[in-house]
């Protein structure tokens, strides 16, 4: 089993960087499927970055070239590092855990989710 927390949201301006991070206990963290979601009131769960065992990335459109996710396995920590954010980067941000090997992007593919991290972006 894993427990996933996630900490570093807040209130910033558009243009500000922030970073999230998600702390991870239980069962080994390395051998997990890591992402990150998204989501914004009166919407879907929109995914945002996931990075796999081996280390590879993978981030939707919406934030590619401003967010970049990353693990450290030492400390069993994921983090997702969100630069340029713009308003619509606003939304409770929750990580997620999965032990599968395919769909990254999926939602119903993770088992274990934190309870999510406030970011607002002001104009």
């Known amino acids: 089993q894993v427990q996933l927390v996630e900490s570093g949201g807040g209130l910033v301006q558009a243009g500000d960087s922030l970073t999230l991070s998600c702390a991870a206990s239980?069962?080994?963290?390395?051998?997990?499927?890591m992402g990150w979601f998204r989501q914004a009131p009166g919407k879907a769960r929109e995914f945002v970055a996931a990075?796999?065992?081996?280390?590879?990335?993978y981030s939707a459109d919406s934030v590619k070239g401003r967010f970049t996710i990353s693990r450290d396995n030492t400390k069993n920590t994921l983090y997702l590092q969100m630069n340029s954010l713009k308003p619509e980067d606003t939304a409770v941000y929750y990580c997620?855990?999965?032990?599968?090997?395919?769909?990254?992007?999926?939602?119903?593919?993770?088992?274990?989710w934190g309870q999510g991290t406030q970011v607002t972006v002001s104009s």
């Open positions: 997620a855990a999965s032990s599968q090997y395919a769909g990254y992007n999926d939602y119903g593919r993770y088992e274990y």
């Open positions: 239980g069962r080994t963290f390395s051998t997990y499927m």
């Open positions: 990075i796999l065992r081996s280390g590879g990335t």
